[in-house]
C-alpha cells in the first residue's frame, strides 16, 4: 500500500508500533502515544485497526488535533477465544476509539456491516477498501497424494482444531496437509493443534511448518485450500488461494462468502467438523470437480481488486478528510 501511494507521488511516513498490540504493555502504548506526539497538528494518520481501538490506545488524546483514519479489519472484540472480561474491555475500548474517528475504511462490506449494526458507526463515515491480490500464475495441481494447504496463524479463530479433527475422519483416504503460519501467537493452542494431531495418528501426514519464507511456492505446491475460520473481517489467505487457481474448503463465516464465490470452493458451516471432512472427501475423491472449482478459483482471482485500487480507494478517504 505504501509503495503504491509513494509510485503516485505521494509523501508517506511509516509509523511502527510494538507488537503486544492489542493488549499492549505500558511501554508499547507509551511509544504510540510517542510517535503520535510527534505529528504536526492537522497530520493525517492512518492507523490500523490493531492499534486504534487497543485497551489503552493513546488515540482519544490526540483526535482533536489529528485526522485520524481507522483500518478495521474487523471488530478486536470478536476475536475467538478471548475472556469474557478481555472482550468486553476491547468492545468498550473500540466504541469510544471508533466514535472519535474522522473516517472509518472497513476491507470488507461483512465488517463495514458488523460496524454499523453493532458499534454505532454512522455510514457516513465509513468506506469499504478491500485488501489488494497480487496476481501469480496458476499452481498446476499434480499432487499424488493431493496435498492440502493451510495458511493462518495458529490461533483459535483459524480453526486448526476443526481441520485435524474433519482429517482424522479421512484417514483412510490419500492425502497430506501442510499448516503453514506463526506458531508464536499462542504458543499453548498451538501444543493443542500438535497433541490433537498425535493422538489421532497423523503426524506423518500433517505438517505444522511454521512461517513461510515463500507463500508463493506453497500455494504453487498445493492441490486443494483448506481454512475452517470461525470468523474473517476479510480473508486474504483466501484471496491468494483464489489467485493461484487453487479450489477452497471453508467455513460460511464472516467475509468468507464475500471473497469465496460457490464457483470457486464449497462453504460448510462454522465448527462443523463432519460438514468439513464431507466437504474434503468430495475434492478429494472426484478430481474433476477439483479441476472444474480450480478454474472458477483462479476465475475469481482474476478479478479480485490489486493493490493499485485499495490504494486509490484509501487515497480518496484520506483526501476527504486531510487539509
Known amino acids: 500500500m505504501i509503495a503504491e501511494w509513494q509510485a503516485a507521488g505521494r509523501t508517506v511516513r511509516h509509523l511502527a508500533l510494538g507488537d503486544s498490540f492489542p493488549l499492549a ?39 482533536r488535533r489529528l485526522d485520524l483514519v481507522a483500518l478495521i479489519h474487523h471488530p478486536l ?12 474491555a476491547l468492545r468498550e475500548s473500540e466504541l469510544a476509539a471508533l466514535a472519535q474517528a474522522r473516517a472509518i475504511v472497513a476491507t470488507s462490506h461483512e465488517t463495514a456491516r458488523g460496524l454499523i449494526a453493532d458499534f454505532a458507526v454512522d455510514p457516513g463515515r465509513l468506506s469499504v477498501a478491500v485488501p489488494g491480490t497480487d ?113 477452497v474448503v471453508a467455513c460460511r463465516a464472516g467475509a468468507v462468502p464475500e471473497v469465496v464465490p460457490d464457483s470457486a470452493g464449497i462453504l460448510v458451516p462454522v465448527d462443523d467438523a463432519g460438514a468439513l471432512a464431507a466437504a474434503l472427501a468430495l475434492l478429494l475423491d472426484d478430481p474433476a470437480r477439483r479441476r472444474r472449482l480450480s478454474d472458477g478459483a483462479y476465475a475469481a482471482g482474476q478479478r479480485l481488486p490489486r493493490w493499485a485500487d485499495s490504494a486509490r480507494t484509501i487515497a480518496a478517504v484520506l483526501d476527504r478528510v486531510g487539509p
Not at 472484540?77 to 478471548?82: A, F, I, Q, Y
Request: with cysteine; proline share 7%; charged share 20%.
Open 135 to 247: 496476481t501469480r500464475g496458476r499452481a498446476p495441481a499434480r499432487g499424488n497424494p493431493p496435498l492440502l494447504l493451510s495458511i493462518a496463524t495458529v490461533i483459535p479463530r483459524k480453526g486448526h482444531d476443526l481441520l485435524v479433527a474433519a482429517l482424522a475422519r479421512l484417514a483412510e483416504r490419500p492425502w497430506t496437509c501442510r499448516i503453514v503460519g506463526d506458531h508464536d501467537r499462542d504458543p499453548a493452542w498451538t501444543e493443542k493443534i500438535r497433541a490433537a494431531i498425535a493422538a489421532a495418528g497423523l503426524g506423518a501426514r500433517i505438517t505444522l511448518a511454521g512461517i513461510t519464507r515463500d507463500p508463493a511456492a506453497e500455494l504453487q505446491a498445493a492441490d486443494i485450500f483448506v481454512l475452517p475460520s470461525r470468523y474473517e473481517g476479510y480473508g486474504m489467505a483466501f484471496a491468494e488461494a483464489l489467485a493461484s487457481g487453487l479450489p
Open 25 to 63: 504493555t505500558a511501554g508499547d502504548i507509551a511509544a504510540a502515544d510517542a510517535a503520535l506526539a510527534g505529528l504536526a497538528p492537522g497530520t493525517t494518520v492512518l492507523v490500523d485497526g490493531l492499534a486504534f481501538s487497543a485497551v489503552g490506545s493513546p488515540i482519544g488524546r490526540h483526535a
Open 77 to 88: 472484540s470478536l476475536e475467538t477465544g478471548l475472556a469474557p472480561d478481555i472482550a468486553a
